[in-house]
Structure formats: C-alpha cells, structure tokens
C-alpha cells in the first residue's frame, strides 16, 4: 500500500495548538502522501462532514472513552486532565451526551477554527534527506537537521 497507517491528532486542550497528520511510507513516495494527506485536508476544509460521518465519528469516540477509564492509572490522568484544565467531573460523566449533542454545524464550525488550510502547513519529516530533498523544496522553506545532532531529540 501507499502508506503505513496514516492518523490525525488534535493538540489543543485548553489553547491553540497542533493538527498533527502523521504517516509512514516508502521514501520514493513520501510526495504521493504528502499530497494526499493536503488533499483530504483542503476536502474536509472546503466540504466538512456529513451527518453520516459525524454519526460514525461519535459512535468511535463514545466506543473508545470507556476503555481509557479501565485502569487506576488512566483514571488517575482522567483525573489530572480534569484538574489541569479546570474541568469538573461533569466532564466525564457528561462526556456521550457532548458528543451525542455534536450538531454537523458545530463539527463544521470546529473544523473551520482548528484545522488549517494547506497553505499554512508545516511538514516533520524524517527520511533520507538525500532521496526527497529536491522534491520536498518544493513545499516550502527548508531546514535539514541531522538525526544525530543533540537540538533533535523529543
């Protein structure tokens, strides 16, 4: 196949933060997925979701929250979520019906505020620089770190 698994995360808690799509592929295909990966995002910006999709989506959601509360430890992040971010237990215990409640307009709306549009993109990658270098210039301004250099650990 052309990638690996590909997912999106969503970093914003309490603050603007990062949309992060992440992917693995061959090097040799690393624009094809690139592309794609712009294309699904300029599609979701420009046409959202339907409420077929939107039911999909809070059924996962809602299907994945109960396993995330199993262990005293993931309750215990719960927890520490609720305290960091000034949230009561009416969060958790709340959590089906905000979802169930989440209207196609108000996903719209949400997807219009948090997710950006392809121009203002920022690619990580990690690869043989050699190989893509050429094609990845492309995209926009380049930096090249290398993987043993200290500025590039986590």
């Not at 979802?99 to 121009?119: F, G, R």
Request: net charge negative.
């Amino acid at each position: 196949g052309l990638t690996y698994g590909a997912r999106s995360l969503l970093q914003r808690p309490s603050r603007p933060g990062a949309v992060v799509i992440s992917s693995f592929t061959e090097t040799a295909r690393t624009i094809e997925v690139i592309e794609m990966a712009l294309d699904v995002l300029g599609r979701l910006k420009r046409s959202g979701v339907d409420e077929d999709a939107a039911r999909s989506a809070r059924n996962y959601i809602t299907g994945q929250f109960p396993p995330r509360l199993e262990t005293a430890a993931q309750r215990a992040r719960q927890f520490a979520m609720l305290e960091q971010y000034g949230l009561d237990a009416s969060y958790i215990n709340g959590y089906g019906a905000m979802l169930e409640a989440a209207s196609v307009e108000s996903i719209m709306a949400a997807i219009d505020e948090v997710y950006p549009t392809k121009e203002n993109v920022s690619f990580v990658l990690i690869g043989d620089a050699e190989s893509i270098r050429e094609a990845v210039a492309e995209l926009g301004p380049l930096t090249e770190i290398s993987i043993d250099e200290p500025r590039f650990r986590p």
